[in-house]
């Protein structure tokens, strides 16, 4: 049966169209709720000698907004060349990437000089000059510079680079190194624009002690997506399949996400595919269609997290998996320990168990940040006790929709502190109606309106 006017190969060919959850976008008009930073960027690397570095933390489309600007600012006679860094890239190893990716795009005819007969001398000299060009071996940051100008001569008229995941690279003297190399290419003004991307919490984290190279970088600090984003990427998937989806289910999804597009795609693939599969027409998402589709996402994200998660929760009594979820119970991304055993209290009591004592919690609690329990909470501040954080920030999404599976819903917008730097939600999505007696009970015990 499945969804009306869609044989399977279509339902497969169009999803993977609208919906990205395993691959970076690379097409500006589905980078939903990066407007601002799209144009910004792109405004920037117009201007002469600039290039761009885009850092934040693990999955918040880094990738995503690197590839989708690249494709904007690449001239149209050629891609952008996407590279990825690793542990033990070098300078010169990542650019001889960039020579290999340049010459893999460019036409065979440009390279293979000997096979083209030109009836201009000066045509078939200018061939042979730019092939002996591409040959070039790229072994020091001297040659990796002349290399990277001479790209606009035989790839592309405008060519963008893309170094993505620059922060794995491990030795600080390598980064350093591209510092100068920035700074030469600016000083050259050369037509060549490098986007970089990495997880860290600042520019000098990522690129050490050439901070002088900075005046040739833009720099992004990448946030959270929105709820206006994570909205907008629900909504073009559902009404790619004419899909009718109730607002507290939408709320739910793009609560759960925790900011992290990679989730909010996942999810909604996953309800578009359990749509396809139900044994009749469907056109509205039902709540046993969303918990279906949300069981696969958990199941699909475990993949990534699963060491940690298990040791937090394999095997080990059932408060674990409760002190998790209370950590998760806030818009808070630095919470307290006394607003978590709040939370805590409060998912006990709607599961009707008895909670821990005082003691016994702080004792539990402690285990999370243990290596046997997968270290999955870390101190939150430095120097100031009782504060805690998810060690990795994507593990909460994960654990947020565990709960919600096991009918426990968190508190995606309660601040239990005051002046938290979390993300700004620019859209009015007010309350919810509880989807079950479970999370009436929760909501009742916020003192929330359930309608």
Known sequence: MAIAGFTRIQVLERLYEVSSASQPIHSPERLFGRDAELEKLEDALHAPGRHAFIYGERGVGKSSLAHSVACQVQSSDNSPILVTAGPTATLV?????????????????????????????????????????????????????????QLSTWHSTRPVVVIDEFDTIESSAEREMFGTLLKHL???????????????????????????????LHQVSLERLNWDGRYQIIDSVMEAFGLQLPDEIRFRMAGMSDGFPSYIHLMAENIVLAAHRADRVVESIDFDLFLIALDESVKSALETWRDGY????LGRPEHMAHLLWAAADSADHIRQTQHIEHSYSSICESLHVEPLGDAEFKREFAKLRK?????????????????????????????????????????????????????KATAKHGYYQPLTQTEANVARLRREPTY
């Not at 045509?123 to 020091?140: G, M, P």
């Not at 490098?194 to 690129?207: A, H, R």
């Not at 298990?310 to 929760?313: M, V």
């Open 93 to 149: 190893s990542i650019l001889r990437d960039v020579h290999a990716q340049a010459q893999a795009s460019c036409r065979a005819s440009t390279v293979r000089v000997d096979k083209v007969s030109v009836g201009i001398a000066g045509l078939k000299y200018e061939s042979q000059w730019q092939a002996e060009q591409q040959r070039l071996e790229v072994n020091d940051i001297g040659s990796a510079l002349l290399m990277l100008n």
């Open 371 to 423: 290596p046997s329990h997968g270290e999955i909470l870390q101190r939150g501040l430095a120097n100031r006790p009782g504060w805690f954080g998810f060690s990795e920030s994507m593990m909460r999404g994960l654990v947020r929709m565990q709960a919600q599976l096991n009918g426990i819903v968190v508190d995606f917008e309660r601040h239990f502190v005051s002046n938290t730097t979390t993300v």
């Open 186 to 216: 600016g000083d050259a003004r050369s037509g060549v624009k490098l986007i970089f991307t990495g997880i860290g919490d600042s520019l000098n984290s990522l690129i050490g002690g050439h901070l002088s190279s900075t005046r040739q």
């Open 310 to 313: 298990d040791k937090a929760t």
